[in-house]
């Protein structure tokens, strides 16, 4: 049976190298010495490869740099709550398939874990300036979200909006708030919590890094997915369900929950960038 694709959205690669790698870890390349665009380029120069060092993986691969690139997604149900997760990742690369390689057989270039973060792909050189969860972030705004038992009582105390994601209401809120408000909101609600009740109320200040930018642009998509600007270029991140990560990716390389990474051709004899996740196997579930 052949499968049935969406399409996810854009990217560009005006270096010629696209990167689809971990979103939690993009920012620790650079501190491990090399760049990452120095590493994806050395890849890419051998028709692409898998790029790995401590907790900080990817794979690089060459791209057409004069033109918008495809992202899209096939999708199996999850064991979580059996909605549409995404089973395969396939990336248009806009050059043509090499006449010395067989059309027939993909190339395995290594394979990858599901990010808990997240995963991103785009252009090498952009992700060079990719702001993580330690970065400061370039807009100095947060993002601040509350939830829990006593949610609705901190809500007429204090307001927020319901800051709703797909198929969900989402917790309560403010955006765009400068971080040292946000970072003061979100104390006045810690006291009154820890005044009255002890526990019951959970409350987050994110800043606007690149990682949670991200996934804010995805709040609204059915697969999690968002593009954003990054050092001048368009990518795209892809955030997991939590509870899809948890039943079918959770331990990530370190218990084996790793899928393959492929060159391929497609009907056009162009590359494609593919990366494989097995549906689950309900069957196994009821033995």
Known sequence: MSEFFVDLGKVIAPSGVLV????????????????????????AAKGGGHLREWLCEAVAVPAAADRVLMVRASTSPSPFDREPAIATLEFGLGLPWPETEDRVVPVWLGDLPVDRCGMVVGDAVGLDVWRGWDDEPADGLADVFYWGLYADNAHTQFGGERIARHGVDGPRGWLDLPVAEAVARAAELEAWRDRLHGKGLMVSVDEHTDVHRFQRAGWHHPLHAGAIDVGGCQVLGIEWDQGDHSMRHRGERATGQVYPVTLEADEAGEMVLRWAIPPYDFDDEAE
């Not at 689809?20 to 890849?43: N, T």
């Open 20 to 43: 689809l790698g971990m979103a939690g870890w993009i920012d620790q390349w650079r501190e491990l010495g090399q760049p990452l665009s120095e590493r994806a380029r050395a890849a």
